[in-house]
């Protein structure tokens, strides 16, 4: 039915090599599906008696696992493999947080105003611990509570130390802002040292952003499921 030659009658399926397909079969009623696969991607043919169809080899047989794929496949089981180890590096990344964060060794706040620009921007999460497992210094981040001159606490500002001491209350300036805060914050009006930041994913966790990328992630998936068929 093949002939590895360069003559002969019949369609020719792959450009330059030299395969040929002759219609005609031993048994007239028998049928002959053929497939192959190359860079371009899956071609297949049924060879019905004297007629040749294109058609997709799906929709008789299902191919078994360690078929190497091609084309849009490609992309698509690329493209899940890595969703599936992105996914996995997230849970990881949760699940230490959450342990982390349970046992009061790590806390995570959104930073919301530019007091702190270029090194902490809004929208960036900064990630602290206690004074206790980092002692504070001149040149740390901290994290304090912002207090009236009646004590009562207005919220919670984090900028950077340049002088003072924690006996005395510690001086501290926002990197942008022109001047020290008024407040002199003690080791007690300290919630956390900042020991990493994350840039922009606090933008992220907004209600108007999650408005936008729910429906995004649920398009995403329905084109992967969509290529997935294919």
């Known amino acids: 039915m093949s002939h590895p030659t360069s003559t002969g009658s019949g369609p020719h399926l ?19 599906l053929i497939t192959i696969s190359d860079t371009s991607g899956e071609h297949t043919y ?29 992309w698509y089981t690329r493209m899940t493999t890595a969703f599936r180890w992105s996914g996995y590096a997230l849970a990881i990344v949760l699940l230490t ?25 809004p929208g960036d999460i900064i990630l602290t611990t206690p004074p206790t497992n980092v002692t504070p210094k001149i040149g740390s981040i901290v994290a304090y509570v912002g207090r009236r001159f009646d004590g009562t606490a207005v919220g919670v500002f984090s900028h950077r130390i340049i002088g003072g001491d924690a006996q005395e209350g510690f001086i501290v300036k926002g990197d942008h802002n022109p001047s020290p805060d ?7 009006d300290i919630t956390g040292v900042v020991i990493f930041i994350i840039p922009i994913i606090g933008r992220f966790l907004t209600p108007k952003a999650l ?6 992630i649920f398009g995403l998936w329905l084109i992967f499921d969509a290529l997935k068929n294919e």
């Open 46 to 74: 049924l060879i019905a008696g004297e007629q040749i169809i294109e058609t997709k080899s799906s929709l008789f047989v299902q191919a078994p696992e360690e078929r190497v794929v091609v084309g849009p496949r490609i």
């Open 182 to 188: 008024i407040q002199h914050p003690k080791i007690p």
């Open 14 to 32: 792959l450009g330059a090599t030299e395969l040929w397909i002759e219609a005609t079969a031993d048994v007239p009623e028998s049928n002959v």
């Open 211 to 216: 408005m936008i990328t729910v429906p995004l």
């Open 97 to 121: 947080f959450s342990v982390l964060s349970f046992s009061g060794t790590v806390k995570a706040r959104v930073v919301l105003t530019g007091s702190m620009v270029p090194t902490i921007n």
